[in-house]
């Protein structure tokens, strides 16, 4: 069996971060290893969240791997809380590099930074992603990285350049996730530097958007390249995963407003691997 090792924090309650990958990896038939760099009790989209960082602890499981030589077919990091995490992520791709490494900069939506990240994480996660050889920004991610103005609606142009610019950052490839030009469709833009392609692919556009949903679409596309499937096919696969979950979401009446209904969604997923 397939396994993907993932690192980001579990939020105990807001359908993101392990709580999206785990049931998603999983679901996949990959056997998903969990690194888990803090607790929360939610998200931090809600106020006041409580946190406890686990990052003492990230060493010390890594040493115990490394004694136990376990190898995972890919790695997979999200949010980071800490320029140390970072430090530790780092440490994890170094020491079990075999197969793809994804890098998600959880760090901004809509123009703004998270609460409680700062310029100097910006920067140091725009270090990182050199690491990485792929990595998935939304817009305002890339934005940050790369110190641009927020463009809300680049036209196709910018967007190849935003993407040509954030692989001169030293990764192979850069997906842009969140990527519309019509009111129908929305989707992921990619651009390998290796092979100087690029690639866009959509899935029906919803009405709303809500949080978590890059997590839910870079579980699902690094579930279905570990699986073999093409480098297009699992865009496309991660890109009608996230429309559907949100078109479920949006026909429940009282429908949660801090996480998508990925749960149900599930079942299309795994018929069409
Ligand atoms: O989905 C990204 C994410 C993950 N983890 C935590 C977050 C967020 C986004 O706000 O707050 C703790």
Redesign the pocket.
Known sequence: MKKIVTM??I?CV?K??LTAALPVISAMGIETAVLPTAV?ST???FRN?TFCDLSDQIEVILDHWEENHFSFDAIYT??L?SLRQMDLARELIFRFRKGPVLVDP?MADNGKL?AGFTNEFVDEMRNFCAEADIICPNLSEACFMLKIPYQEKPDEEMVRKILKDLTRIGCHTAILTGISFNDTETGAYAYNRDTDTYTYVSAKKQKESF??T??LWASCFIGALVRGKSFEASLKLACQFVSRSIELTLQEDNHNTYGVNFEQALPDLIRSL
């Open positions: 980001q924090d939020s807001g993101c971060s929360l998200h931090t989209m969240p999200g949010y809380g959880c998270y949080h978590g890059g997590d």
